[in-house]
Each structure stands twice: as C-alpha cells, then as structure tokens.
C-alpha cells in the first residue's frame, strides 16, 4: 500500500485524539495484519471511489470505556446506543480527516458501523492488504486498521 494513504491515518490520529479526546497517542511502526481485528470493540467505516476499501478503528473495551468517556465527556457503557454512535463518530472523524489529504482523489466514506464482542472478525476487501498502526495512550492499546486501494478509473466508470 502507497504511503501516501497510510500518512494521512498517521496524521488524522494524532489530530482527532489530541483535538477532540484531549489524549496524545503514541504510534508504532505500522505492519501488515493478517487477521483483524485484535480487540473487543471496533468502529469500521468504507471508503469508495477512487479508493476503496475499509478502515477499522479497535480498542479493547477497558480502553475504548475510558477514550469514549472522555470523548463524549461522560461515562457510557458499552451496552449504551450513545457508547456506540461515539465510536461510530471518532472513525467518522479520523477517516474524514484522512480522506481530505488524498490529493486529486474523489472518495466517499459510509456511515460508520460498530461491533462490540469478544472474538468478533471484521472481513477485509478481496485483494487488498491491510495495514495496522499500532496505537497507545496512557489507558492502553489500540490500533486502526487500514485495508484500502486505488480503484482503477475503468471500475469507477462502470
């Protein structure tokens, strides 16, 4: 995958945590994933257009409880509508934010969805590797999981 769709998630991160959770996220080296995702809450979001493909945002839930929290600056249960559109917001935010630097790139990003569980599998795109970025902050890991690519103008056309 193209760098110049991975930096922008790197950039969106800090900006969205920093402005909008009041958190500093540390980031690890990004690696290829082969089975996603690694935790118990995830908010995923589709990108289509010129690039496509799906972007998972997962925290384990002690972790998402305590970035949700102070995101929607109340306490919310997992179990709560609000818990869930929140996360559903911050993915919103992060991959918006990530799009808008795709330089002469026409992209849509759908409504966010989320799973909460245990042992939960979130399917990638056919043909598409997917890039995780490992995340910290000082309540614990996360990451946000990149499966995207350029679609070809002839498949934009059809």
């Known amino acids: ?6 930096n922008p998630f790197l950039e969106a991160v800090r900006s969205v945590f920093s402005t909008m959770v ?20 995830s908010g995923i979001i589709g990108m289509s257009g010129d690039v496509v493909g799906s ?6 839930t002690p972790v998402a409880v305590q970035v949700i929290g102070r995101f929607a600056s109340t306490e919310l249960h997992p ?3 609000d818990f869930a559109d929140a996360l559903g917001e911050l ?3 992060i991959s918006g934010a990530a799009k808008a630097k795709f330089e002469g790139k026409n992209v849509s990003i759908s409504t966010p969805s989320v799973v909460i ?3 939960h599998t979130v399917a ?11 995340c910290r902050v000082f309540c614990g890991d996360f990451s946000i999981d990149i499966a995207i690519r350029e679609q070809p103008s002839s ?3 059809a």
């Open 91 to 93: 993915v919103n935010m």
């Open 124 to 134: 990638r795109p056919a043909r598409t590797a997917c890039i995780s970025l490992p």
């Open 155 to 157: 498949a934009v056309a």
């Open 117 to 119: 569980g245990a042992g």
């Open 55 to 60: 972007i998972v945002l997962s925290f384990p």
């Open 22 to 41: 009041h958190l500093d996220v540390e980031l690890g080296r990004p690696q290829l994933a082969e089975a996603l995702p690694r935790y118990d809450v």
């Open 1 to 6: 995958m193209d760098a110049r769709y991975i």
């Open 79 to 81: 179990s709560s509508p």
